[in-house]
């Protein structure tokens, strides 16, 4: 405690609390009045936590190739993707469409 009566965590503490607040899952009100903190100083400590941390790099696009074993050209593609999204392309406008879509999603990563 110092003079003026208040608590003193150490910088390694703070990181343990922020780190457990962000594996909470709650809002940071919650989580501050769980913890038995305010929550002006929880909300201190992240905006100084986020303002130094590393910012994180987009994860590399995995590329897997496609086979295309048929010359029908009623076939459709499927992609999976491993979330369970599904999109499924029936005709080169489509395929044309799904690679603009798939810039435009690369871009907002």
Known sequence: MDRTG??????EQRQLILAEFERSGVSAVEFARRAGL??????????RYRRTRPKRRARAVRLLEAVVQSGDPNATLQLQ???GTRVEINNAK???LAADL?????KSC
Request: aromatic residues 12%; without cysteine.
């Open 6 to 11: 208040r608590v003193r965590v150490f910088k």
């Open 38 to 47: 305010k929550y002006s100083t929880l909300a201190g400590w992240l905006q």
């Open 81 to 83: 993707l491993p979330d």
């Open 94 to 96: 489509q395929a044309a």
């Open 102 to 106: 798939l810039r435009a999603l690369a």
